[in-house]
């Protein structure tokens, strides 16, 4: 599962050839969740609510970028890096 992007301490990463809906996976410590791109759902796993918090800041900053990673994963490609959050 690739990473796509790194910040606080917070791991983002999207998978390989992934069942819909569009979504990445954020880690932090033993914390983990998926999250809808678009919606920025919660679809599975918790977060600390400040980290969701930042998460969410961060996606809604790069929502474009992410459904490219998405397409890219799904065709098995790797997908881009990025920016973390500043």
């Known amino acids: 599962m690739p990473v796509i992007s790194r ?3 917070i ?3 999207i998978h390989f050839r992934e069942h819909a809906p569009p979504h990445f ?4 410590g033993d914390e983990a969740a998926s ?3 678009g919606d920025f759902a ?4 918790r977060l600390h609510p400040r980290v969701l918090g930042l998460v969410m800041e961060w996606a809604a900053l790069h929502n474009a970028e992410l459904l490219v990673d998405w397409q890219r994963a799904l065709a098995g490609q790797q997908p881009n890096p990025i920016a973390p959050l500043d």
């Open 35 to 37: 999250i809808a791109i």
């Open 25 to 28: 996976h954020a880690q932090y």
């Open 42 to 45: 919660v679809l599975e796993g």
């Open 11 to 13: 791991v983002i990463r």
């Open 7 to 9: 910040f606080f301490g």
